[in-house]
């Protein structure tokens, strides 16, 4: 079989050098270690042939960036324009980013833009960067954003946190929790945590907490939710409508158990009240105990009024 010329062996090693600069930028050595990764003419890679075929690629009109050590291609061979529907839909995403509060999944998202920015006519990278001042302005002259920021650096410290809230009834209760999530729903912002005393997810209103303060301990990342086994009769059993975290465990004619395992204990609590006497807590005790003290307190404050 006759061997491949070196002009061609030449120009599919540098395929294989755009394809990776393509995908993620990279150092030089990171650069050399891909590439013996892969079958095609690898011994034949040294930086004095990757510093050639960079060379070329300018040439060609391929521009580079370099971040220290890092280097990357700013633009592609071929480019992508978007109508003015699909640049809002990007600027939308990027000045929302934040709001996902898990680190993992924006960094994520950082990595595709940088990615894609270079196969559209949209500066991309500049749209993040603009949203990122946005928010540090934002957080730097609004109290509560400062909270959400503290409060999403603990989610990536990975910390157990010590926070103190008012309930409704203007008591105030402090918790050693677990942060797992800051979500924000009709306007209002709010905690979603894990209470390992009491095995139950929690959920705090923001707007209600009085004092935050980080435990050296670090989260488990574990949740061992402790069950509340509640039952639904009549009309209620044949139109309830299984929330998150819930399943049926038993059934019959005319009621149905069901096994609630995330839900905000207080949550919970005021949402079966609701359904008064088409409701019973079967367990735990504790929650019965809790079910009958409120109900003491609203007909206390019904006489009084």
Known sequence: MKPPEKKHSAG??????????????????????ELKKRKATQDV???????????????LGLKFKKDKHIYGLEN?????????REKKIFNDLIDNIKKLNNKSEEETIYKVISRFNKYTTLNLIDMKDRAIMREKFLHNTNIKENIVTTLKNMIYEAQNINISYRKNDDEIETLTIEL?????????????CYDPKLGRNKKICIDSVTSIKQSPLKATGVSYLNSVVFEVYGRLASV??????????DFSNNHITISNSEEDKDVLLHRLLKYGENCKIIRPQSLQ?????????ILKNLEAC
């Open 289 to 297: 105990n809790e079910f009958l003290e409120l109900t003491d307190e």
């Open 12 to 33: 599919l090693r540098m395929l294989e050098v755009l394809k990776i600069l393509l995908e993620k930028d990279v150092t030089r050595n990171e650069l050399l270690e």
């Open 45 to 59: 890679y040294s930086p004095e042939v990757i510093s050639k075929y960079f060379n070329t690629f300018q040439t």
């Open 240 to 249: 309830y409508k299984l929330k998150q975290g819930e399943k049926v465990i």
């Open 180 to 192: 797992k999530e800051i979500i924000e729903q009709k306007g209002n912002i709010y905690i979603l």
């Open 76 to 84: 592609a061979l071929y480019k992508v324009d978007f109508t003015k």
